[in-house]
């Protein structure tokens, strides 16, 4: 097996995008990393934060039968980490790109082979921020439609946006938007690769009844060190 391998590679309204893998020979191990321009979007190597996203996401949440949302595919280490628990009744992940779907449709992926045949998977390409904006719903059809999770990994931070769209939805105006979707007691995550934002965590206060920002971190084997990101959970009261 050659040590680089690019699995595929497209052009996209906010830029080439590109699935890679390749050999760290200082681990031993097959690294899959996702290019935006040339920005590193994700890498296999560290999908701790992404994977602790879902489980502190979920772990706010009471209840059985549990409908779920994830905003953002990309390596897919949040929606199969949602599907381990055994309340989640529907999972739909929201990817603005079809080929990052694509991916994951032809199995290009196999720390996570089997997330998109999940009969509990829907994978549904639109833009996230479009639809929590036009009060669209998560479910075709049917806006009126709430979940009891969104749980959202597709910018940097709320302040470092991969398109000036996203903006919008990190202010106030945004989060009280996203309300709209959310049940009784549901609960909003949301990844950030910088430290917790105080600014935004009085955002998310003031709009939810409850918002905390969890530190997370991980061993760095590339640096020898350690590196942390950021789940930020807010709460919608069980009498809205």
């Known amino acids: ?38 920005e590193f979007l994700m890498s296999s190597l560290f999908p701790v934060a992404e994977i602790e996203l879902a489980r502190l996401g979920l772990g706010a949440v009471e209840g059985r039968r549990l409908d779920v949302v994830v905003g953002g595919l990309g390596l897919g280490y949040t929606a199969r980490t949602v599907l381990e628990d055994e309340r989640v009744a529907s999972l739909t992940v929201v990817e603005a790109l079809p080929q ?11 720390e996570v082979a089997g997330l998109a045949s999940d009969p509990r998977t829907r994978l549904l390409t639109a833009d996230f921020f479009a639809l929590v904006r036009d009060a669209a719903g998560f479910a075709p ?22 398109h000036p769209s996203h903006a919008s939805f990190y202010a106030r105006d945004g989060l009280r938007q996203l309300l709209r979707s959310l049940r009784p007691g549901g609960v909003f995550a949301l990844w950030s690769d910088d430290p917790p934002d105080e600014p935004f965590l009085a955002d998310l206060r003031a709009v939810f009844d409850d918002a905390t920002a969890e530190v997370v971190d991980f061993p760095n084997p590339l640096i ?6 950021t789940v930020y959970v807010a709460r919608v009261g069980d009498g809205r």
């Open 224 to 229: 020898g060190g350690r590196s942390a990101n």
């Open 141 to 162: 059809g049917r806006p009126e439609d709430r979940v009891d999770a969104v749980l959202l990994d597709i910018d940097h931070t709320p302040r470092h946006v991969l």
């Open 1 to 38: 097996m050659p040590l680089f391998e690019q699995l595929d590679a497209a052009s996209t309204p906010m830029g080439p995008i590109s699935l890679r893998r390749r050999r760290e020979l200082t681990l031993d191990v097959d690294v899959f990393e996702v290019k935006l321009g040339d």
């Open 100 to 110: 990052v779907v694509s991916w994951h449709e032809r199995q290009l992926l196999p």
